[in-house]
């Protein structure tokens, strides 16, 4: 039998190392993919990844299991994260989510189901401009799939203002698209809305 | 714009909570008429609907080597 999560910590916690890296071989996709959007580049994030752990093992012997193991080691995740940002020189972040009047409709664009592409840099760096709170939020719930409350309880809010975010980040990166059509239109031969 | 059933930015600010079916079902019942009444936002909708769809994929997943070199950058400290 597999054990879960919990019965891991709880060997790891009693000294079990083994435990512990198989903690780790879980959860090391979900936080590479929870980190990545505060990063520079993947080596950044993998590096992020490997603190993001060695943290969780200092910190293991306080972890009392009054939330799931991966919600906690997210919150550790998300602060390390925070801290990087905080530490780069840049521009305040203001958060426009009004929609551009003159966009297509582009939500049956072959681009957006494109795994690779321009659309995917476009998405990415919208994700990357969104103030920290609200990309968490996005990040969380819309890329890694939390639910609402889970991703509250990541981010140590209500979930009100969680689900306030979320929506802001989404409308944002939306209006990023708009933008992208918008521009791109002219010279578009697969114009979205058209034939598809 | 005269005449619609709720404002512009009423409808804006609750696309998310109406997708989730956290709308009550009155204020979902203004919703939909402002949707179909209003091309812009029927617009906003369907392409926020379509974005939630590409979202997931953007989940980068690392190289499959990064948990085991997670493992063995912490052995020294475990």
Known sequence: MIPTDEVLVGRAQAGDRAAFEELVRRHTGGVYGLVLPFCQDRHEAEDLVQEVFLRAWRALGRFEGRSRFFTWLYRIAVNEAKRRVERRPSPERSLDDEPIAEAPDWSRAPELVAEQGAVREVLRTAIGNLPTDHRAALVLRDLQGLSSAEAADVLDVGEGALKSRLHRARMAVRRTLDEYFAAGLPDRADQPGGSG | ?78
């Not at chain 2, 179909?36 to 379509?50: G, N, S, W």
């Open chain 2, 1 to 78: 714009m005269v005449g619609l059933p709720a404002s512009h930015r009423w409808t804006r600010r609750r696309l998310s909570a109406y997708l989730e079916g956290e709308l009550p079902r009155r204020a979902g019942r203004r919703l939909e008429a402002h949707l179909v009444a209003c091309p812009q936002c029927h617009r906003t909708f369907m392409t926020l609907v379509a974005l939630l769809g590409a979202l997931p994929a953007s989940h980068e997943q690392p190289l499959e080597s990064l948990a085991e070199r997670t493992v063995e950058h912490l052995r020294p400290h475990l």
